[in-house]
C-alpha cells in the first residue's frame, strides 16, 4: 500500500476509493497552499479570497474522517485517530476562524502570519494521514467497508467541483449495495424487531422515546387531513389529547386561525410552499411555529407536520458556552 501514497501516488488506487478521494484531497490542499503563497493579498483580494475559501472546504475532508473513515477504524479496534487526530482537526478549524478574522480586519501581517500557521497544521496532518492513518485503514477495511463508506461520504461531499467517480465504477454496481443489505452489515445490536429508517435501525419503542424526549410539540397530519400522530412529552407548549388522532385538522383550530391552516394546506398541496413560520407570546412565552410539506420520494404530498418550540431561553443566550456548566 505504501506505494500509493504520497502527493502524487494516488494512480494506483481505484478510482473513487475513499483512500484515493482523501489523498487526491491532499494534492488540492497542496496546490491551494502554493498559490496562495504566491499571490499578492493586497492587490489580488478577489482571487485571494476565492482561494482561500477553497482552502476552507477542508472542513468536509476532516468531517468524511470523523463521521465516516473513524467509526470503520473503531469497529476494529483502533480509536486513538477518533480521539487524537479529531483534537487536531479542532486545532486547525480554531486556526482558520483566527485567519478569518484576520482577513475581515484586513491586517496584511496578521492574515500572513495566521495563514502559515494553517498551513504548516495542514502540511502536518496530510503527512500523518499518508504515512500513517491511510495505509494502515486501507490494509484493515474490507473492500465492503470501502464501497459502504463511499456510500456515506457522498452526504458529506467533497472539496472538488464535480464529485468524485462512482465506487465501485458503474459497470460493477449491479448487486444490492451493503449500506442497504442488512445481512452484509456486521452492527454492535440486532436487527430483530427493528424498523430500518433512511440511516439506522431503531425499536418501536425507541421511536416512541426519541419522539417523546423531543423539546419541540409535533403533530403529523396525513394527506387527507387527519391528524395521525402528535408527540406526547412532559412539557408540551400546547395541550393535546388522544380524541385528536383521527380527527380533520381544520376541526382542530379555533375559527380565527382556520383560514390560515386551510390556505397553508392548499399551498402545501399545490407545492407553492413548502415551510410556513409564525411566533407569538402564549402563556408569557415565546413560542416558534413551523409548519413543513410532506413529500415522498416522487415529490408526492404525503402531509404536514407542526412544530411548535418554546424558545423562550433560546433567544436570551448571549455570547458562547463552550464548557459544560450544570452549577
Known amino acids: 500500500m505504501s506505494e500509493f501514497l504520497g502527493q502524487n501516488q494516488s494512480s494506483g488506487l481505484p478510482e473513487g476509493h475513499p483512500v484515493k478521494v482523501y489523498l487526491d484531497e491532499n494534492q488540492l ?3 491551494l497552499i502554493s498559490k496562495i503563497n504566491r499571490i499578492n493579498i493586497e492587490e489580488e483580494k478577489e482571487a485571494f479570497t476565492e482561494l482561500f475559501e477553497k482552502l476552507c472546504l477542508v472542513e468536509k475532508h476532516f468531517a468524511r474522517k470523523e463521521n465516516q473513515l473513524f467509526p470503520y477504524l473503531e469497529k476494529y479496534g483502533w480509536t486513538s485517530p477518533s480521539q487524537n487526530m479529531w483534537a487536531f482537526h479542532d486545532q486547525i478549524r480554531d486556526e482558520i476562524k483566527a485567519a478569518r478574522g484576520a482577513i475581515k480586519s484586513n491586517n496584511i501581517l496578521s492574515i500572513s502570519q495566521n495563514l502559515q500557521q494553517v498551513f504548516r ?4 496532518i496530510l503527512q500523518v494521514e499518508e504515512q500513517r492513518l491511510l495505509p494502515r485503514a486501507f490494509n484493515m477495511l474490507s ?3 470501502w464501497e ?3 456510500a456515506g461520504d457522498e452526504e458529506i461531499g467533497w472539496m472538488f467541483d464535480e464529485a468524485p467517480p462512482a ?5 460493477e454496481q449491479n448487486y444490492i449495495h451493503p449500506s442497504q443489505d442488512t445481512k452484509r452489515r456486521q452492527l454492535p445490536f440486532s436487527l430483530e424487531n427493528r424498523i430500518k429508517l433512511d440511516e439506522g435501525f431503531m425499536l418501536p419503542e425507541q421511536i416512541n ?3 417523546k424526549f423531543m ?6 397530519v396525513d394527506e387527507n387531513d387527519i391528524v395521525i400522530f402528535y408527540n406526547r412529552g412532559d412539557n408540551r407548549v400546547f395541550p393535546r389529547s388522544a380524541g385528536i388522532i383521527g380527527r380533520e385538522v381544520k376541526f382542530c383550530h379555533p375559527p380565527k386561525s382556520v383560514d390560515q391552516v386551510l390556505m397553508i394546506l392548499r399551498e402545501f398541496k399545490a407545492g407553492r410552499r413548502d415551510e410556513a413560520e409564525f411566533w407569538i407570546t402564549f402563556k408569557g412565552k415565546f413560542i416558534h411555529i413551523r409548519y413543513f410539506a ?3 420520494d416522487a415529490g408526492t404530498y404525503k402531509g404536514v407536520i407542526e412544530v411548535s418550540q418554546d424558545v423562550t431561553h433560546i433567544r436570551g443566550l448571549e455570547g458562547q458556552q463552550r464548557l459544560l456548566d450544570w452549577e
Open 215 to 220: 423539546p419541540v410539540d409535533i403533530t403529523y
Open 143 to 145: 473492500k465492503d467497508d
Open 148 to 150: 459502504e463508506m463511499r
Open 29 to 31: 490542499i497542496r496546490e
Open 294 to 296: 410532506i413529500r415522498d
Open 121 to 124: 497544521s495542514l502540511e502536518h
Open 209 to 211: 422515546w426519541l419522539l
Open 167 to 171: 465506487f465501485p465504477a458503474l459497470s
